[in-house]
């Protein structure tokens, strides 16, 4: 491995990446990046500002096109962070209220080959800290909300669905903010918490949104925020007929402009998903006797 040196930054070759050793860049950040970093009772505040900056070039799936990036690879923090006892899931926090729980078995994490970077640049253009928007192609129903970062982004290698790890299925990470909290839990105490546990009527339905609804959905505010509560103020099963919810999940909605809808369709799913689904929120909603 070569090592040199050039006005006062230091750079070492790691294959298609570039660890930044000096404080002397070419761009510096305008401000601190702080990312929450939640172990067991620890509570740490990362500026990513002051880390040891990388450098890579890939295509980020939310923009659509190649950039090269400054920023650190996730797992490279979490070397140096091993999982507290009783803990085997990753739960990434954004600004805009998703929440994603990544197991830390099984490759999931590797596969994701996930960075949380700082500075980003298209071509031969200076490092900015400033990332595009992502503005949504122009439809006869656009989505009004387009997606804008603060001090970071999240840009990922493959956007695998989390929970099920199969390409192709809708994926969370194409609509994920600015990274806020990196919260170390364990997983299955996270998923029991939104309701119907081991009743088997109700697995079914329970899989449809661990796989399709928890990143943006949460129950009695457990979990995200960036959609509506599937139990408070109102239960979701008893103002959407299974009718109503398959088109609201399936097609674009018509009324996204006037009313600020955000859902992204996921074309793909069924009538007899939505069936579950709705028995599934129904008995969750309902209270438990003391």
């Known amino acids: 491995m070569r090592n040199f040196c050039s006005r006062g930054l230091r750079l070492r070759s790691l294959g298609p990446a570039l660890l930044i050793f000096g404080a002397t860049t070419a761009w510096a950040a305008d401000g601190p990046a702080i990312v929450t970093i939640e172990r067991g009772g620890v509570v740490e505040q990362l500026d990513l500002?002051?880390?040891?900056?990388?450098?890579?070039?890939?295509?980020?799936?939310?923009?659509?096109?190649t950039r090269s990036y400054r920023g650190v690879?996730?797992?490279?923090?979490l070397k140096t962070r091993p999982a507290p006892a009783g803990t085997d899931t990753l739960l990434l926090i954004f600004d805009n209220g998703m929440q994603v729980p990544v197991g830390l078995s099984?490759?999931?994490?590797?596969?994701?080959?996930?960075?949380?970077?700082?500075?980003?640049?298209?071509?031969?253009?200076?490092?900015?800290?400033?990332?595009?928007?992502?503005?949504?192609?122009?439809?006869?129903?656009?989505?009004p909300r387009p997606l804008r970062f603060g001090n970071n982004k999240l840009v990922v290698a493959r956007t695998t669905n989390p929970h099920s790890q199969k390409d192709g299925d809708f994926s969370p990470w194409l609509f994920v903010g600015t990274l806020t909290t990196l919260?170390?839990?364990?997983?299955?105490?996270?998923?029991?918490?939104?309701?119907?546990?081991?009743?088997?009527?109700?697995?079914?339905?329970?899989?449809?949104?661990?796989?399709r609804c928890q990143w943006c959905h949460g129950v009695r505010g457990h979990g995200s925020r960036q959609g509506w509560d599937f139990v408070q103020p109102v239960?979701?099963?008893?103002?959407?007929?299974?009718?109503?919810?398959?088109?609201?999940?399936?097609?674009?909605?018509?009324?996204?402009?006037?009313?600020?809808?955000?859902?992204?369709?996921?074309?793909?799913v069924t009538e007899e998903e939505i069936v579950e689904l709705r028995k599934w929120m129904a008995a969750i909603a309902t209270p438990v006797e003391q």
């Open 183 to 211: 919260r170390w839990i364990n997983g299955a105490s996270y998923q029991a918490a939104f309701g119907g546990v081991g009743v088997p009527e109700l697995a079914r339905g329970r899989e449809v949104f661990l796989s």
């Open 106 to 143: 099984g490759g999931a994490l590797e596969a994701l080959d996930a960075w949380v970077v700082i500075a980003s640049r298209k071509g031969k253009e200076p490092f900015t800290g400033a990332f595009p928007e992502v503005v949504k192609k122009k439809t006869a129903t656009p989505d």
């Open 235 to 268: 239960p979701l099963h008893s103002w959407r007929s299974t009718s109503s919810l398959l088109a609201h999940v399936r097609y674009r909605n018509s009324s996204a402009v006037e009313g600020g809808f955000m859902m992204p369709q996921q074309a793909d």
């Open 49 to 65: 500002t002051k880390e040891a900056l990388e450098e890579t070039e890939r295509r980020d799936p939310q923009l659509g096109e």
């Open 73 to 77: 690879p996730l797992l490279r923090l």
